[in-house]
């Protein structure tokens, strides 16, 4: 008999005795809706050249970008704001309820861009509605992290953790990965015209449709949380959480700053460096990204399951003082490569600094919170510092370049990585806390 009622309610005790398989099925279903939603939410920045002009027709096409950026930021503004709520909702009602309302919005937000009419058909109410549909994504987004990674933390088989709750970055850059696919395919089947017409359509209803498959997957799953802890006082509230944790709760921004900067900066931001610094040109460039994005995924595992080995907070500091030292040596050499094979290596080494957190972030955050706050604690700390300094690391970059001090981004990162570092020394091991069911 499935441990799981209609309502979500579950046997406290239900958790301890899955099997292997049902841990790896229920780690597939939870990060399944993580692969979805960050697909659905890059495919937006990736088919902005191809639909900005549909809903900002009178402005030049460089405004158009900027419109259409100006609604991708707004989508990653609401993170924090999904951050609190999802993780209210899933410490409170349950993670898997939390997880299926959040995968549902993304799959409504994706559905609403496929069939949204054009400026030419409804006005000013299209980017209106743009707008709206890339807030509810932003929304479904934030609170996607913090659940997901508290509920694979805590299904996860003992003594495998960090191996199973790596798979998170696994399917986000995964993601990422599928939307250049798709895109990719589009662009070999359909001329530019079609695209502009109406191709940019279809890759909102295949991130629907993903989104459906895996709303399927996630309702069959176990709760981890049982009625009684979800009942607390103190379950899911704020002001708890600010009270009785704020230690760890400051703990998770400091690391989380240094980590969402590094991973957005030899990331989203490399393929502009490539093109606009290290002289590259765009096709090379996507090229040389990919291959990394893929290695970056596979490593993920590997650097999940040797924190089993040597604990988290050992991974941790090794993260934060790697990236210290190495960012500046790895982005100025970077600079003056001539190689596409040598710059691939260099991101490549840095992306595997980088996976000494990203592999267990999740997990190293729930370890640090109790049941009761454990969603809420992770995705709002985690949303807030995502923001600040995640969102905000490739227009920091640029302008450091437009001002003619590039290499001071190279420092930025570097410093943040050093203060990650120190606050992983100063932290106790999560895993002796003994938080984590």
Same mark, same amino acid.
């Given at each position: 008999m499935d441990s799981t009622s209609a309502t979500g309610a579950a046997d406290p005790h239900a958790i301890e005795h899955l099997t292997s398989r049902q841990r790896i099925y229920a780690i597939v279903g939870a990060s399944s809706g993580n692969l979805v939603e960050w697909f659905d939410f890059y495919i937006y920045s990736f088919c902005a050249l191809y639909f900005s002009s549909a809903f900002f027709p009178k402005a030049n096409p460089t405004v158009q970008l900027l419109n259409t950026a100006g609604i991708f930021a707004a989508g990653f503004l609401m993170r924090p704001v999904g951050g609190w709520l999802f993780g209210r909702i899933a410490d409170r009602y349950g993670r898997r309820n939390a997880m299926m309302i959040s995968v549902l919005m993304m799959c409504g937000g994706s559905l609403l861009i496929a069939a949204l009419p054009t400026y030419a058909t409804i006005g000013t109410a299209a980017p209106f509605l743009l707008l709206v549909a890339r807030l509810f994504q932003g929304l479904s987004v934030g609170g996607e992290y913090g659940t997901s990674a508290t509920y694979m933390s805590e299904v996860a088989e003992p003594g495998r953790k960090g191996f199973y709750a790596s798979f998170?970055?696994?399917?986000?850059?995964?993601?990422?990965?599928?939307?250049?696919?798709?895109?990719?395919?589009?662009?070999?089947?359909?001329?530019?015209?079609?695209?502009?017409?109406?191709?940019?359509?279809?890759?909102?209803?295949?991130?629907?449709?993903?989104?459906?498959?895996?709303?399927?997957?996630?309702?069959?799953?176990?709760?981890? =949380?049982?009625?009684?802890?979800?009942?607390?006082?103190?379950?899911?509230?704020?002001?708890?959480?600010?009270?009785?944790?704020? /230690?760890?709760?400051?703990? $998770?921004?400091?690391?989380?700053?240094?980590?969402?900067?590094?991973?957005?900066?030899?990331?989203?931001?490399?393929?502009?460096?490539?093109?606009?610094?290290?002289?590259?040109?765009?096709?090379?460039?996507?090229?040389?990204?990919? $291959?990394?994005?893929?290695?970056?995924?596979?490593?993920?595992?590997?650097?999940?399951?040797?924190?089993?080995?040597?604990?988290?907070?050992?991974?941790?500091?090794?993260?934060?003082?790697?990236?210290?030292?190495?960012?500046?040596?790895?982005?100025?050499?970077?600079?003056?490569?001539?190689?596409?094979?040598?710059?691939?290596?260099?991101? =490549?080494?840095?992306? /595997?600094?980088?996976?000494?957190?990203?592999?267990?972030?999740?997990?190293?955050?729930?370890?640090?919170?109790? $049941?009761e706050v454990r969603a809420l604690g992770v995705g709002f700390s985690y949303a807030i510092a995502n923001a600040l300094f995640g969102g905000s690391a490739e227009y920091v970059a640029l302008w450091f370049k437009s001002a003619g001090h590039e290499s001071n981004f190279y420092w930025y990162v570097s410093i943040m990585c050093a203060i990650a570092c120190i606050v992983a020394i100063r932290m106790p091991d999560p895993t002796r806390r003994g938080l984590l069911k």
């Open positions: 998170q970055y696994v399917t986000l850059i995964g993601g990422q990965l599928a939307a250049l696919l798709v895109l990719g395919i589009l662009q070999l089947f359909l001329s530019h015209d079609e695209l502009v017409a109406w191709g940019w359509r279809i890759p909102f209803v295949v991130g629907a449709c993903a989104a459906l498959v895996s709303l399927y997957l996630r309702r069959s799953l176990h709760e981890t =949380t049982s009625e009684s802890e979800r009942k607390s006082e103190t379950a899911g509230s704020l002001g708890s959480l600010l009270r009785h944790h704020r /230690a760890a709760f400051v703990t $998770v921004l400091g690391f989380t700053a240094g980590g969402s900067l590094i991973f957005y900066a030899f990331t989203t931001y490399m393929q502009k460096y490539l093109v606009n610094t290290v002289g590259m040109s765009t096709p090379t460039a996507s090229r040389v990204m990919t $291959v990394c994005l893929l290695i970056y995924m596979a490593l993920q595992p590997v650097f999940g399951a040797l924190s089993d080995r040597i604990g988290r907070r050992t991974s941790m500091i090794a993260f934060g003082a790697l990236a210290a030292i190495f960012t500046v040596p790895i982005m100025t050499t970077l600079r003056g490569v001539q190689s596409p094979v040598m710059a691939g290596v260099l991101i =490549t080494c840095a992306l /595997a600094i980088v996976s000494l957190y990203s592999s267990i972030g999740g997990l190293i955050k729930a370890e640090m919170f109790p $049941v």
